[in-house]
Every structure is written in C-alpha cells, then in structure tokens.
C-alpha cells in the first residue's frame, strides 16, 4: 500500500525554466511533507518541507504547495538549473511510540538540459 | 563536517555468505534508521533504534538484524542474503524526540549478491 505517490518517474526541463514535481498522499493522519534530493552514488538530502497548516512554503528558487483537500502537493523549481538534476522524494512522516516513521514515494527523476 | 558516513560503499556477496554493512554518524542523533531501497522504488524502512530500544518493522524479514553498540555506530547483519536481497542500503539519523525532524542519509551501500 503506497501512501505516498510520485506517479512521474522522470522529468526533463530546459534549463531556466520551472520544473513541476508532484507528489499524492492517501494517509489524511500526514500533516507534514518533506522533498528529499538525492544525487547518484549519494544518500538523500533534505531539501524543503511544508507543514499541512500552511498551503506554501518558499526557500529561494524551491517552492512546496500544499492542497490538503486533494491530497496533493507539489515542488516547484524556478529557475531550473543543470545542478538540479537529481531524484527528488516526497516523504512523510507519522510519530507513533515516539518515533517518526517515515514514508517515501518513489521519485521522480529531474533532467534539466542546458 | 558531522556526517553519516556508511562502509563500504559497494558490496559485493555470494548468495547465502553472511554480510555486515555499518554505518556510522558523527552528529550524536538518538535514532539511526536502516532503509532498503531497490531500483525505481521507494526506500523501504526496515529497523530504528532510538538510542539503544531496537524497534522492527513487521514485514523486515528475519534475515535482517541490527547492531547498535554504542551512539555512534550500528550494523545491518543480513545472515543468508538472497539475490532478492541486492539493493542499496541507506543508513539514516534524526535527533529523536519531537516530530517532524529531517533525516540526515549517509551515502548508501550497494549490495550486489551473486
């Protein structure tokens, strides 16, 4: 049961445009996403995260939208650039016996061309 | 830099010849995760601990066990690896004790099983 959803496996952008990543959720008990970066041969890195009481959260050229009636939510990337290009995870997180158990999806794999 | 750091990077076993991957982490986190992650999927969680409380998911098989001897490091034992067992392993740690904290992934172990 994926509770967590890339349905885009791979993406390819022009470099300085925006790139649109999305991510579905089925849990209505998630109220806070993270976007974790990984580039090959590395482990994940955080990258931004957004807290289901506010429905947009920007970190410099990173935006997250949040539409919790949907269940959605979505990373955009403005201007896209070559070092972006990398996997991006949509994560999600459920505390349960003190612990946070972290659901990932699967990823969608970001080419931005130069 | 504190880092997760996690040895070797690649692995290489033959089918049913016991293997130990280990990770270690120099930011004195409290809970050191084991992810699974095969091709095109999500990092699959496998076993925590939060400080020394040993915490198993409930479909990691048995094949898999983990070691935490002291904060700094901890092991995955996978005792007859099955070629379904080839994967890249992440190592993860958060700080533990509030929600919503970001993991910080070493570089990951490729397992190959021959």
């Known amino acids: 049961d994926q509770q967590v959803k890339q349905n885009s496996p791979s993406l390819s952008v022009q470099e300085g445009r925006i790139s649109i990543l999305n991510c579905d959720y089925t849990?209505?008990?998630?109220?806070?996403f993270l976007w974790y970066k990984k580039y090959p041969a590395e482990g994940p890195t955080f990258l931004i995260s957004?807290?289901?009481?506010?429905d947009k959260n920007e970190d410099g050229r990173f935006t997250v939208f949040l539409n919790k009636s949907a269940k959605h939510l979505s990373l955009h990337i403005v201007p896209s650039q070559p070092g972006d290009s990398a996997v991006y995870f949509c994560?999600?997180?459920?505390?349960?016996?003190?612990?946070?158990?972290?659901?990932f999806g699967t990823g969608t794999k970001l080419q931005v061309i130069p | 830099d504190a880092m997760v750091i996690q040895n070797p990077r690649y692995q290489v076993t033959q089918f049913g010849k016991p293997v130990t991957l280990s990770c270690s982490q120099t930011?004195?986190?409290?809970?050191m995760y084991w992810y699974q992650q095969k091709s095109s999927q999500a990092p699959k969680l496998l076993f925590h601990?939060?400080?020394?409380?040993?915490?198993n998911e409930a479909d990691t098989p048995d094949n898999f066990q983990s070691r935490r001897p002291n904060t700094s490091f901890c092991f995955l034992d996978i005792r007859s690896p099955g070629l379904g067992d080839a994967a890249m392993y992440l190592c993860?740690?958060?700080?533990?004790?509030?929600?919503?904290?970001?993991?910080?992934f070493g570089s990951g172990t490729q397992l190959s099983v021959l």
């Open positions: 849990n209505s008990m998630f109220d806070y």
């Open positions: 930011l004195n986190h409290n809970v």
């Open positions: 994560a999600a997180p459920v505390t349960s016996g003190g612990y946070q158990k972290v659901t």
């Open positions: 957004i807290s289901s009481i506010k």
């Open positions: 993860a740690t958060s700080r533990g004790g509030s929600t919503n904290e970001k993991l910080f």
């Open positions: 601990y939060y400080d020394k409380d040993f915490n």
